[in-house]
């Protein structure tokens, strides 16, 4: 029995053994944290937010002051009379809470923009975790069939000793040979999706397309969900797209009470120096006139639409985040009920059968056809469990970014 349990761990290993490279091999921690820097996404959203924090310190600035310049007592006659000149400065000033409601607005504006941050961060995440993980599984799936030629060549030594002292015929040695190209065959396909998965992982990592990054395959492991719904909704409650649809919607509402107060007059007030009387100085005071109902109106009822509108949106959001963050949730518990049969069942009942199926064909007690079935179904299971693997850190990314992936 420990024999047994010895060569499953080998052929186990041969499943975690990373894919030969050149390179040493980027960890996920170093990868996520390579696109959090070089990420062409991430890279626009950060500059993005950058213009938001300037448009904010513009909306809350201010307008500039005008310089004037007037001449007054100017005739159509010629009649030689004197004129002034009058030189000024003059400031607009908005009603009392309009500039207010601007900053406000604008500072949302920033929020809005820093939530996006936050969720192309997220998106990217997870779009750099699922293209490491197919890497890691697409290694590990290449080095458990590059193992498992390895024993078909160790059965065509044993075939080729027993049609030599005529136990069996020649065709066992050949069905060994077009069992070695089937899989040579698989591991020409399963080293091309390797090399897809290294490209994609290339490119979101902000690399060239062109360089493919070896990973750790050890990474692809099982570590059970920990957390329970009701939990995950209460975090989910502060995802980025849901404080962005929230922030809007505060933005509208400051726009609708500035379309509010835009029926108030803004004022003006400048200060002249006359040409004539040298030591005096002249102040003039102006006001606006909103007579104009239709433009008052249509930018409350824009307003109002609008806020309304962002008010549907917002719900609509939330709901569709905690939509995703159930079907994810169970998505998790799917796939560990999965690994649950491999790791009870199906794992400690295939780690001997390998070796029992050489012996036994060695002894004439299986024929060859039988001892090709224990290997298709020993590789079957290997690559069903790293499947599941897979499957269940994909369905754990999900998870973290319900909702955010849009």
Same mark, same amino acid.
């Given at each position: 029995?420990?024999?047994?349990i ?5 052929f186990?290993?041969a ?12 960890s996920l921690e170093?990868?996520v944290? =390579?696109?959090l820097?070089k ?5 626009r959203?950060r500059?993005?937010?950058?213009? !938001?924090?300037? &448009?904010? /310190?513009? #909306?809350?600035? $201010?307008?500039?002051?005008e310089?004037s310049?007037s001449?007054?007592?100017? *005739? ?11 030189l000024?400065v003059?400031q607009?000033?908005e009603?009392p809470?309009?500039?207010s409601?601007?900053?406000e !607005?604008?500072r949302l504006?920033?929020?809005?923009f ?6 192309v961060?997220?998106?990217v995440?997870?779009e750099?975790k ?5 890497t890691a599984?697409?290694? &590990? ?5 590059? %193992?498992?030629l ?6 065509q030594?044993?075939a080729l #000793? ?6 069996? +015929?020649?065709l066992d040695?050949l069905k060994?040979?077009l ?7 698989e591991i020409?396909?399963a080293r091309?999706?390797?090399?897809e998965?290294?490209?994609? /992982?290339s $490119?979101?990592?902000?690399?060239d ?10 990474e692809?492991t099982?570590?059970a969900?920990g957390?329970?719904?009701s939990t ?8 980025? *797209?849901?404080?962005?649809?929230g922030?809007? #919607?505060?933005?509208?509402e400051?726009? $609708? &009470? $500035?379309a509010q107060k835009n029926a108030l007059?803004?004022?003006k007030v400048?200060l002249?120096?006359? +040409? @004539?009387?040298? *030591?005096?100085?002249?102040?003039a005071?102006?006001l =606006?006139?909103? #007579?104009w ?8 009822q824009?307003a ?10 917002r719900?609509? &959001? ?9 079907s994810a949730?169970? %998505?998790v518990?799917? =796939?560990?009920e999965?690994?649950?049969l491999f790791?009870?069942?199906l794992?400690?009942?295939i ?15 299986i024929d %060859?056809?039988?001892l090709?079935d ?8 290997q @690559?069903e469990?790293?499947a599941?693997l897979?499957?269940?850190r994909?369905a754990l ?6 909702g955010e +992936?849009?």
């Amino acid at each position: 029995m420990q024999k047994k349990i010895v060569l499953f761990l080998l052929f186990l290993g041969a499943f975690l053994r990373p894919l030969p490279a050149d390179e040493i091999p980027i960890s996920l921690e170093e990868a996520v944290s =390579t696109a959090l820097w070089k990420n062409p996404e991430i890279i626009r959203a950060r500059l993005e937010l950058e213009a !938001a924090r300037g &448009r904010r /310190l513009q #909306l809350g600035a $201010l307008s500039f002051p005008e310089l004037s310049f007037s001449r007054e007592g100017m *005739s159509l006659r010629d009649d030689g009379g004197e004129t002034e000149i009058n030189l000024g400065v003059e400031q607009s000033l908005e009603f009392p809470g309009k500039r207010s409601l601007r900053r406000e !607005a604008a500072r949302l504006e920033e929020e809005i923009f820093a939530a996006e941050l936050d969720r192309v961060i997220l998106s990217v995440t997870a779009e750099v975790k699922k293209a490491y993980f197919q890497t890691a599984y697409s290694q &590990r799936a290449i080095a458990g069939r590059e %193992s498992i030629l390895e024993v078909l060549k160790r059965y065509q030594d044993i075939a080729l #000793l027993r049609t030599q002292s005529g136990q069996v +015929s020649a065709l066992d040695v050949l069905k060994g040979r077009l069992e070695m190209v089937q899989l040579q065959g698989e591991i020409i396909e399963a080293r091309r999706r390797w090399r897809e998965s290294a490209l994609v /992982l290339s $490119l979101l990592i902000g690399g060239d397309g062109q360089r493919v990054p070896p990973v750790l395959p050890s990474e692809l492991t099982f570590t059970a969900l920990g957390k329970d719904l009701s939990t995950l909704k209460r975090e989910a409650a502060s995802r980025p *797209s849901l404080r962005a649809a929230g922030a809007r #919607l505060a933005q509208a509402e400051a726009g $609708l &009470r $500035l379309a509010q107060k835009n029926a108030l007059p803004d004022f003006k007030v400048g200060l002249s120096y006359p +040409s @004539l009387r040298a *030591s005096s100085w002249g102040f003039a005071v102006g006001l =606006t006139l909103p #007579l104009w109902r239709e433009k008052i109106k249509g930018e409350r009822q824009e307003a109002e639409a609008l806020s309304q509108a962002l008010a549907a949106a917002r719900e609509a &959001r939330g709901k569709k985040v905690f939509s995703l963050l159930r079907s994810a949730y169970e %998505s998790v518990k799917a =796939t560990e009920e999965r690994l649950a049969l491999f790791e009870q069942s199906l794992l400690p009942e295939i780690d001997g059968i390998l070796e029992l199926g050489f012996s036994d064909y060695q002894y004439g007690k299986i024929d %060859s056809l039988h001892l090709f079935d224990v290997l298709r179904m020993f590789k079957a299971t290997q @690559l069903e469990y790293l499947a599941a693997l897979l499957d269940h850190r994909v369905a754990l990314i999900d998870l973290e970014s319900a909702g955010e +992936s849009e």
